[in-house]
Nanobody, 116 residues
């Protein structure tokens, strides 16, 4: 069982930046960020493999968002730059614990609001 604790959401004007953090209580295989705006489906944002550090991004955030990890702190970060109003959503951290597994562990979510 892994618990994920997120922080770093908030309110920012378009063009601004925010950094989200997610700390896991145990080892994970892969961690990612997803987002959901009310009335819309859950959307993949980015993820990272804990070993090797390979990263993947949604096309909508490539070049603006960067996912990274701190192994010593069991923490993954999402640096969000050049934010747009359409990035407004609740952002969720999620984890895959085992090789070949699914995103079975989720954080509580943190609100990101970008004003135009």
């Amino acid at each position: 069982q892994v618990t994920l604790v997120e922080s770093g959401g908030g309110f920012v004007q378009a063009g601004g930046s925010l950094r989200l953090s997610c700390t896991a209580s145990g080892r994970t295989y892969r961690m990612g960020w997803f987002r959901q705006d009310p009335g819309k489906e859950l959307e993949f944002v980015a993820d990272i493999f804990w070993s090797g550090g390979n990263t993947y991004y949604a096309d909508s955030v490539k070049g603006r968002f960067t996912i990274s990890r701190d192994n010593a702190k069991n923490t993954v970060y999402l640096q969000m730059n050049s934010l747009k109003p359409e990035d407004t959503a609740v952002y969720y951290c999620a984890a895959v614990v085992l090789f070949g597994g699914r995103y079975d562990y989720w954080g509580q979510g943190t609100q990101v609001t970008v004003s135009s």
